[in-house]
T-cell receptor
Framework: NAGVMQNPRHLVRRRGQEARLRCSPM?????VYWYRQLPEEGLKFMVY????????ESGMPKERFSAEFPKEGPSILRIQQVVRGDSAAYFC????????????FGSGTRLTVV | DQQVKQNSPSLSVQEGRISILNCDYT??????FLWYKKYPAEGPTFLIS?????DKNEDGRFTVFLNKSAKHLSLHIVPSQPGDSAVYFC????????????FGKGTRLSVIA
């Protein structure tokens, strides 16, 4: 999955702390998507962003979760006051304007809340 | 409400034989379908796609078939190789719209040497 960089790869947080997950899209890609994979589940869409704009956040929990994709720098998925149920693998994907070639995914961030 | 369903959580196949992975969808607005392959601790990798104007798309050992009337697609891998052992996700979207990919839960394929 060269090209889409996610960091950190692993993140451990205590309940109540904040988690910040970063995603740098592939060069030339202007669309970023965040997905979450719970154990034994598929990938669930969370949010779709373009530079400085949230296009679709229909999959984002209403509380504690936010995302941004600033003009400069990576996209950030922020989870405030984490709970055990937030433990999951979070994948970022990017695509060019023409999305029909499919997304390119990063290797994911595995969040563990203890 | 699962719009994309992969009803077989796992599948075991002998090396050299055909692997058939199935996927059903419920949303008739979907008109573009993709398969992704995922190894442990890695992100999904795009494998092959098909538009609803076709009923078959082939790329080397991988062929995807689409039956629009049944809202069903399948991925055929022939011959199967041990390196094909992975989780395979079916995904769907709308070709002309801004709909993010909707994924199934995946099928774990094990190819036995």
């Amino acid at each position: 999955n060269a090209g889409v960089m996610q960091n950190p790869r692993h993140l451990v947080r205590r309940r109540g702390q904040e988690a910040r997950l970063r995603c740098s899209p592939m060069k030339g890609h202007s669309h970023v998507y965040w997905y979450r994979q719970l154990p034994e589940e598929g990938l669930k869409f969370m949010v779709y962003l373009q530079k400085e704009n949230i296009i679709d956040e229909s999959g984002m929990p209403k509380e504690r979760f936010s995302a941004e994709f600033p003009k400069e720098g990576p996209s950030i998925l922020r989870i405030q006051q984490v709970v055990r149920g937030d433990s999951a693998a979070y994948f970022c994907a990017s695509s060019p304007l023409n999305r029909l070639g499919g997304y390119t995914f990063g290797s994911g961030t595995r969040l563990t809340v203890v | 409400d699962q719009q994309v369903k992969q009803n077989s959580p796992s599948l075991s196949v002998q090396e050299g034989r055909i692997s058939i992975l199935n996927c059903d969808y419920t949303n008739s607005m979907f008109d573009y379908f993709l398969w992704y392959k995922k190894y442990p601790a890695e992100g999904p990798t795009f494998l092959i796609s098909i538009s609803s104007i076709k009923d078959k798309n082939e790329d080397g050992r991988f062929t995807v078939f689409l039956n629009k009337s049944a809202k069903h697609l399948s991925l055929h891998i022939v011959p199967s190789q041990p390196g094909d052992s992975a989780v395979y996700f079916c995904a769907a979207t709308t070709e002309g719209g801004n709909t993010p990919l909707v994924f199934g839960k995946g099928t774990r394929l094990s190819v036995i040497a």
